[in-house]
């Protein structure tokens, strides 16, 4: 069901891949949709194929904090408030470490983890004034097994997942009905992806089930594919549930 709250969704690197799936998803289910992204033919491409006004497409590159900024004021000024933000725009430059230079890795992080950070700050401004929103955050395993020739990619993922765990500790017992998630996709045949992965279209109707589902008791979860991954238990509560023969609670699945 869609909260009659949501007024816009928004989603970054909507041009392509994932973030094109996402914005046509969402389309389809009836919510009007902005598209962040870098190339203006991208977007556009977006936009034909989700045949409806509903689509909204914006030139911005999220790693420049002052122009997110200043497309939050004018999406305020023209079209409305931004209660869905789905951050998925990343780039994924395949560089070995001996090719690597200071700035052409915090390229990397600026965009994946700095755009994720810039956008919500943008978003929470009025999601924080309501006291209701939903964020998710597109993020992946990277970092705990990083693939050779990915180490920026590697630790801009990882540190979007850790920002996503501490925004809800800022967030959750002041602002419940802002519910953030990380969402890890799974392997998709996009140029980020590898040949024989997951149709992106597939992944956008769990990651768009998921934006949709709006449940305070889903704050700071964390998501692969359709599925919850459960928190860590540490010994002590393995041992309580024992001795109390308390089953730990079945993860969490989307319906799409």
């Known amino acids: 069901m869609i909260d009659p709250r949501h007024d816009i969704a928004l989603v970054t690197g909507a ?19 902005i598209g962040f992204g870098r190339r203006d033919s991208a977007l556009q491409d977006t936009m034909s194929k989700a045949q409806s006004d509903r689509f909204v497409p914006m030139v911005v590159d999220v790693a420049d904090s002052k122009a997110v900024e200043q497309a939050f004021q004018s999406i305020e000024q023209t079209l409305g408030h931004v209660t869905l933000l789905i951050n998925n725009a990343g780039i994924y430059p395949r560089r070995d470490i001996f090719d690597e230079t200071g700035a052409s890795f915090m390229e990397v992080v600026g965009t994946n983890l700095g755009g994720t ?48 765990a501490a925004l809800h500790a800022d967030l959750h017992d002041r602002f419940p009905e802002i519910i ?5 996709p799974g392997m998709l045949a996009t140029d980020m992806g590898i040949q024989d992965g997951l149709d992106p279209a597939i992944a956008a109707k769990w990651g768009v089930g998921l934006a949709l589902w709006h449940d305070p008791s889903l704050n700071g979860a964390i998501f692969e594919m359709n599925r919850e ?3 860590p238990r540490g010994l002590k509560r393995k041992i309580k549930d024992l001795i109390l023969l308390r089953r730990p609670p079945k993860p969490r699945v989307v319906e799409v």
């Not at 392509?16 to 009836?30: D, F, H």
């Open 180 to 184: 953030v998630n990380t969402w890890m």
């Open 229 to 231: 991954v459960p928190a």
């Open 15 to 33: 041009g392509s891949g994932l973030g094109q799936a996402l914005a046509l998803e969402l389309v389809q289910k009836g919510l009007s949709v």
């Open 117 to 164: 950070v810039s956008c919500t700050i943008s978003a929470l401004l009025y999601m924080g004034e309501t006291g209701f929103g939903r964020i998710i955050n597109v993020s992946s395993f990277a970092d705990m097994a990083p693939l050779p020739a990915s180490s920026a990619y590697a630790v801009s993922k990882g540190a979007g997942r850790i920002f996503g």
